[in-house]
């Protein structure tokens, strides 16, 4: 039975790729929080999930020959939506604290979550390996 | 890597909004700085950040906050009459800086809680990564 990583960590390692992707969009917005006209942005996690497992991203290189350098998978800027913010502000910011602290904090949380997954995976691949 | 790009972006915001820090200390330490002429008057000064965005293929990628230069605020001069006073100009004037101390403090405020929240999100984006260091382990 060939053993291949990518899927013995299944839908770890791309949650991981977008978890980190959408921590640096959210780390923006929250940079930009007193900018005028700024427009905060985030990714449709399970949108981008969903795409990247099936290997497709909306700017994702296809690969149609087998000595192509397989392309990263990345998230690219037309993944990333516009947010409506709850309350208008003056000068056109739509970055709202607690709104992006709280994407943050939880985008983290699963970000670990993925951490211990993964983690596991391969402590179960040296208890195979070692047998004890 | 994104998360090391988090220390970059979050880095851009602590210098700007230190920036900030420093125009609304300096706004207020001269907010009574008396002077006899119109043009010799301190005038409150002001950042204006701008996003900085990064060209990611066709798409614009953000990647921080930038302090694009400061301004001088337009308000007019607060002008007083006031001959007694060793400022004053031949009619008797003395022109007050254009800070209002108010305004100043909301900056203050709004500025060292934006400072706060880039540094928890360093914070976070650190521990993340020392957790990812540990995978396998």
């Known amino acids: ?132 | 890597m994104s998360l090391l790009s988090v220390f970059d972006i979050s880095g851009t915001a602590l210098q700007a909004e230190s920036i900030r820090l420093n125009t609304t200390s300096s706004n207020l330490a001269n907010a009574n700085s008396i002077s006899s002429s119109h043009g010799g008057t301190y005038r409150a000064r002001h950042p204006v950040f701008a996003p900085i965005f990064k060209e990611f293929g066709d798409q614009q990628e953000n990647v921080g906050v930038k302090v694009l230069g400061i301004v001088e605020s337009q308000t007019p001069l607060r002008r007083e009459h006031n001959p007694n006073h060793p400022m004053a100009d031949e009619e008797g004037f003395i022109f007050l800086p254009n800070v209002n101390v108010v305004e100043e403090m909301a900056n203050m405020i709004s500025a060292s809680r934006a400072y706060q929240t880039n540094i928890e999100v360093m914070n976070s984006a650190k521990q993340m990564l020392m957790r990812t260091l540990t995978i396998g382990q």
């Open chain 1, 1 to 132: 039975m060939p053993f291949s990583f990518d899927s013995y960590l299944g839908v770890h390692q791309p949650a991981l790729h977008l978890r980190a992707k959408r921590a640096q969009v959210l780390a923006s917005n929250l940079a930009n929080i007193d900018t005028p006209h700024y427009k905060a942005r985030d990714i449709d996690f399970t949108e981008a999930l969903q795409a990247a497992s099936r290997g497709q991203g909306a700017n994702t290189m296809r690969a149609t020959h087998a000595m192509h350098i397989k392309p990263e998978q990345f998230i690219s800027g037309s993944d990333l939506k516009y947010r409506n913010p709850y309350q208008n502000s003056l000068d056109g910011n739509t970055v709202e604290h607690q709104v992006e602290m709280a994407a943050f904090s939880d985008n983290a949380m699963r970000y670990m979550a993925s951490v211990r997954f993964i983690s596991g995976k391969f402590n179960t691949l040296r208890t195979a390996i070692k047998g004890q």
